[in-house]
């Protein structure tokens, strides 16, 4: 069982950034999980994926809401996936999840894909 660690969540005011980190307690090799992302949840809404990479060839998905603002990057030696956060506005709040499973092609990613979940890291946006 994967275990996914979150850190890098808070409390900002519009225009600042953050930075998300997700450690993985497995390598993607042993585990069968080819790629690793980062959903988010505010209450009374469900959850939407934010940004996905796969750990292998780097490819990345980003959600319409965050193109050029955020980028996910991973270090496989590490089994980290993180997630810098720039020009924060107050819609981005919420929880973020820390995710990771197999998938494939470059449709856009559904929850349903990731079998690993975080415990999830409050971002709030907020003056």
């Known amino acids: 069982q994967v275990q996914l660690a979150e850190s890098g969540g808070g409390s900002v005011e519009p225009g600042r950034g953050l930075i998300l980190t997700c450690t993985a307690s497995?390598?993607?090799?042993?585990?069968?999980?080819?790629?690793m992302g980062w959903f988010r949840q505010v209450p009374g809404k469900e959850r939407e994926v934010v940004a996905t990479v796969y750990v292998g060839n780097g490819i990345t998905y980003y959600t319409d809401a965050v193109k050029g603002r955020f980028t996910i990057t991973r270090n496989n030696a590490k089994n980290a996936v993180y997630l810098q956060m720039m020009t924060l506005k107050p819609e981005d709040t919420g929880m973020y999840y820390c995710?990771?499973?197999?998938?494939?092609?470059?449709?856009?990613?559904?929850?349903?894909?990731?079998?690993?979940w975080g415990q999830g890291t409050q971002v709030t946006v907020s003056s």
């Open positions: 995710v990771a499973g197999r998938r494939s092609g470059y449709r856009p990613p559904v929850s349903g894909e990731f079998i690993y």
């Open positions: 497995e390598a993607s090799e042993a585990s069968g999980y080819n790629s």
